[in-house]
């Protein structure tokens, strides 16, 4: 099933780069044409290579080879930068933030992509005028970072694949569905644990990591 899947996502791009390289041979163009063709290879020649360099993560990540270094890694202020960035994407939903400053150990640029991950997850799935939330706790000795959005609940059978390689819940979504796999990846290369739960009108996913000194 995997291979299978694979093959289905690098098939996309590689057909869209052949059929608009055919139809640029098909006569002869002007720098302009060209210039928009090559456009728009770049693109999916970009696609491409995330979905490799996302391969080959989780790769290693599957045989332990992913080890964060342990570097302190100030929390709140790792989700106050990504509520920043992303806050662009959200124009038309409300963006909370709150919690405790606390610090883990790990590689702040791995965490920083776990928790993005999750954020634009729950801002594509957030409707307009919904709210998507992210808070930093401390709980029995451990960080826990919440990322929660309003909107329709995920399907309990989606919720128990939902951390699977090509899985997406929204089938006519973008992205290569390696988002939350890479973010559970990233959790466990930190001792951490990841679980998500849906119902009503909330979703929310949770990530525990072991704080600082613990």
Do not use: W
């Not at 093959?7 to 006569?27: F, N």
């Not at 290693?60 to 662009?88: F, H, M, N, T, W």
């Not at 606390?102 to 919904?130: C, F, K, S, W």
């Amino acid at each position: 099933d995997f291979s299978a899947d694979l093959a289905h996502e690098l098939r996309t791009p590689i057909h869209t780069l052949r059929m608009q390289t055919e139809v640029s041979l098909a006569r002869p163009r002007g720098p302009d044409e060209y210039r928009d063709l090559m456009a728009s290879n770049l693109e999916e020649y970009e696609r491409l290579s995330r979905m490799i360099a996302d391969m080959l993560f989780l790769a290693k990540a599957e045989r332990g080879l992913v080890v964060p270094p342990r570097e302190p890694v100030q929390l709140l202020e790792l989700c106050r930068q990504l509520v920043d960035y992303y806050g662009i994407l959200a124009e038309s939903q409300q963006m909370e933030l709150d919690g405790n400053e606390l610090i883990v150990r790990g590689d702040r640029l791995m965490l920083q992509r776990a928790i993005g991950n999750l954020l634009l997850n729950a801002i594509q799935h957030t409707p307009a005028e919904g709210r998507v939330a992210l808070s930093v706790r401390e709980q029995k000795g451990t960080a826990v970072i919440t990322v929660s959005n309003t909107g329709p609940a995920i399907p309990e059978a989606a919720l128990r694949t939902i951390f699977e390689r090509f899985i997406r819940v929204d089938q006519s979504g973008e992205g290569s569905g390696l988002g939350l796999a890479i973010a559970k990846s990233i959790v466990l290369a930190h001792g951490g644990s990841i679980v998500a739960s849906s119902s009503g009108q909330l979703t929310e996913f949770l990530i525990t990591l072991p704080l600082a000194g613990q």
